[in-house]
């Protein structure tokens, strides 16, 4: 059963960063594509940005372009989300995600998903 972990998380100030990890112990992620979503309780899911494995591109929602970078270290097997200038409404336990494809089906949606992380909670809190 592949397991994609997600860590990083945490309890940060408006303005500041974080740095979420995505790893898959016994399963290569550099062959897919790599999905960031978002979750506030009561709302659906959100995609936040995708990585493609075939020709790397990269997409990002809206409201955080310019502030999230999405990127990837084959050798370490691990994706990661840079998060900077954080604010409120980024409060959200953040998922991993992938369809096992190897390009982004951009915009994200939620289903079609084979394997989820549990997700790490990020609460941006002055």
């Known amino acids: 059963q592949v397991q994609l972990v997600e860590s990083g998380g945490g309890l940060v100030q408006p303005g500041g960063s974080l740095k979420l990890s995505c790893s898959a112990p016994?399963?290569?992620?550099?062959?897919?594509?790599i999905a960031w979503f978002r979750q506030v309780p009561g709302k659906e899911r959100e995609g936040v940005s995708c990585?493609?494995?075939?020709?790397?591109?990269?997409y990002y929602a809206d409201s955080v372009k310019g502030r999230f970078t999405v990127s990837r270290d084959n050798a370490k097997n691990t994706v990661y989300l840079q998060m900077n200038n954080l604010n409120a409404e980024d409060t959200a336990v953040y998922y991993c995600?992938?369809?096992?494809?190897?390009?982004?089906?951009?915009?994200?949606?939620?289903?079609?998903?084979?394997?989820w992380g549990k997700g790490t909670p990020v609460t941006v809190s002055s």
């Open positions: 995600a992938t369809d096992t494809l190897s390009n982004c089906r951009w915009p994200l949606k939620n289903y079609g998903i084979d394997f």
């Open positions: 016994g399963f290569t992620l550099d062959y897919y594509a």
């Open positions: 990585i493609s494995s075939f020709d790397g591109s990269i």
